[in-house]
Each structure stands twice: as structure tokens, then as C-alpha cells.
């Protein structure tokens, strides 16, 4: 069984910035691709930023390019979002995903089979 626990979400105004880490139990972290999604109060979830097994490759929703960072530590079995220049549009809860069976990483929330809780992010203006 894996098991995800993000952590890091909390309140910041515009233009702030936030650290959210995502904690994987699992003895093969290291194989799984990992995604960061996002879902707004009567939204859908939406892909946020992926990354590879090795870290090597990565993606990014456009709206998010240039402030958002994920990267990946296998030692710690952590995945990391360092979020940048923070807007109001960015509220929503995060959640971390794994693709266990696979090391690429998909953009569709189906193609991950393990989910953390959730952690809120809000952005004031």
C-alpha cells in the first residue's frame, strides 16, 4: 500500500510564495512518476506540474509556468511544489498523486492510481 501525505498549504497574499511537500511511503519511490493537482470550489481537478521517475522530465500547466517548480529528493521519498509569485486564481486544494506503474508522467488525473488528502491553498488579493 502507498500512502501520500502532503503537507506546506496555508493562507498568503498575492505575490507571496508557499512550499508544499508531498511524503510517499513505498519502497520503490523512486520508479513512480508524481503529479501535483489542483481543484477549485465547482471546478474540476486539473493537472498543476508532473515529473519523471529521475526527475529529468517535467511538465507544467501553462498558467503556472515560470512560478511553480516541482523537484523531487528519491533519498527522502518527497516530492516538493515551490510555488512563486502566488495569484488569487491559484486558490484551491493541492493534491499529490503517484503513478506507481509507470515512470512517465501523465497529464490526466486518471493516470494516477494513489492520492493524498489534500492541502488547502489560499491566495488573497
Known amino acids: 500500500q502507498v500512502q501520500l501525505v502532503e503537507s506546506g498549504g496555508g493562507l498568503v497574499q498575492a505575490g507571496g510564495s508557499l512550499r508544499l511537500s508531498c511524503a510517499v511511503s513505498?519502497?520503490?519511490?523512486?520508479?513512480?512518476?508524481m503529479g501535483w493537482f489542483r481543484q477549485a470550489p465547482g471546478k474540476e481537478r486539473e493537472i498543476v506540474t508532473a515529473i519523471s521517475w529521475s526527475g529529468d522530465s517535467t511538465y507544467y500547466k501553462d498558467s503556472v509556468k515560470g512560478r511553480f517548480t516541482i523537484s523531487r529528493d528519491n533519498a527522502k521519498n518527497t516530492v516538493y511544489l515551490q510555488m512563486n509569485s502566488l495569484k488569487p486564481e491559484d486558490t484551491a486544494v493541492y493534491y499529490c498523486?503517484?503513478?506507481?506503474?509507470?515512470?512517465?508522467?501523465?497529464?490526466?488525473?486518471?493516470?494516477?492510481?494513489?492520492w493524498g488528502q489534500g492541502t488547502q491553498v489560499t491566495v488573497s488579493s
Open positions: 498523486a503517484a503513478r506507481t506503474y509507470s515512470s512517465s508522467y501523465s497529464t490526466n488525473p486518471n493516470g494516477y492510481n494513489y
Open positions: 513505498g519502497r520503490t519511490f523512486s520508479r513512480y512518476a
